[in-house]
C-alpha cells in the first residue's frame, strides 16, 4: 500500500537552531501534504496544509515563520521548525491523501522533537 | 466549523469482553466521512473502521463494527473480543467530501485491556 517515509523519526536540538521534518510519499505523487502536532496524551491538531507549487496553508494560531512548511515535489513535503525553543518540543506527524482510498489517509510514522 | 467530540477520555475492558467507545461530532454538512483511528504506543496511526455518510448500513471490519446515527450526529465504535493488542488510544475522526479535505480529530479515548 501507499507509504509515507518520514524522518527523522526522533530528533534533540538546542534552543535556538533549526530542525527539519521530511515527508516522502513512496510509490504514489502527494499534491497535498497534511502537517499535525501531537501533545502528550492529547489529540492530533492540524497546522497546516502544504499543496505542491504553492504557499502552504497555516490554521489559526500557527506562527507561520516560525513553522515553516515546503511542499517543493510531489513527493517531498519539509517542515522546519525555526529557532526552535523547549515549548516546541512534541510529536509531528504528516499525512497525505491515500492514493488508492478515495478518501483515506497515510500517516508518516512521526517524528518526537525534543528542543534542549 | 466541524467538531468531533469524545466524551470518555478512559476505557477499560476485560480481554474477550466488548467495549464500545462513544463519538458525536457536529456538521451542517450533509454528505461526509467518518473514522476510527488507533493509535498504539508506536504512536503510529492505523485506520480501524470508516464509514461514509451516504451509508445507512453501519460499516464492519472483523472485531470492529461501529453504530452510526446520523441524524443524532453519533459514530460509536464497537469492538467484541477484545485482544491485548487492541490496548491503544482511539481516535474518531471527521472530514468533509471533496479532494483533501483535512481530518479533524476528537480528543482521544486510552482504552486498557486487562487480563
Known amino acids: 500500500g501507499a507509504v509515507v517515509s518520514q524522518h527523522p523519526s526522533r530528533v534533540i536540538c538546542k534552543s535556538g537552531t533549526s530542525v527539519k521534518i521530511e515527508c516522502r510519499s513512496l510509490?504514489?505523487?502527494?499534491?497535498?501534504m497534511f502537517w499535525y502536532r501531537q501533545f502528550p496524551k492529547k489529540s492530533l491538531m492540524l497546522m497546516a496544509t502544504s499543496n505542491e507549487g504553492s504557499k502552504a496553508t497555516y490554521e489559526q494560531g500557527v506562527e507561520k515563520d516560525k513553522f515553516l512548511i515546503n511542499h517543493a515535489s510531489l513527493t517531498l513535503s519539509t517542515l522546519t521548525v525555526t529557532s526552535a525553543h523547549p515549548e516546541d518540543s512534541s510529536f509531528y506527524i504528516c499525512?497525505?491523501?491515500?492514493?488508492?482510498?478515495?478518501?483515506?489517509?497515510?500517516f508518516g510514522s512521526g517524528t518526537r522533537l525534543t528542543v534542549v | 466549523a466541524q467538531t468531533v467530540t469524545q466524551s470518555q477520555p478512559e476505557m477499560s475492558v476485560q480481554e474477550a469482553e466488548t467495549v464500545t467507545l462513544s463519538c458525536t461530532y457536529d456538521?451542517?454538512?450533509?454528505?461526509?466521512?467518518l473514522f476510527w483511528y488507533k493509535q498504539p504506543p508506536s504512536r503510529q496511526m492505523i485506520l480501524v473502521i470508516r464509514?461514509?455518510?451516504?451509508?445507512?448500513q453501519n460499516a464492519t471490519e472483523n472485531r470492529f463494527s461501529v453504530n452510526f446515527q446520523k441524524a443524532a450526529k453519533s459514530f460509536s465504535l464497537k469492538i467484541s473480543d477484545s485482544q491485548l493488542g487492541d490496548a491503544a488510544m482511539y481516535f474518531c475522526?471527521?472530514?468533509?467530501?471533496?479532494?483533501?479535505?483535512?481530518?479533524?480529530f476528537g480528543t482521544g479515548t486510552r482504552l486498557q485491556v486487562t487480563l
Open positions: 456538521t451542517s454538512e450533509s454528505d461526509y466521512y
Open positions: 499525512s497525505a491523501p491515500s492514493p488508492t482510498g478515495g478518501y483515506g489517509y497515510t
Open positions: 475522526a471527521y472530514r468533509r467530501t471533496g479532494t483533501a479535505s483535512k481530518l479533524t
Open positions: 464509514q461514509e455518510a451516504y451509508k445507512q
Open positions: 510509490d504514489f505523487q502527494a499534491t497535498t
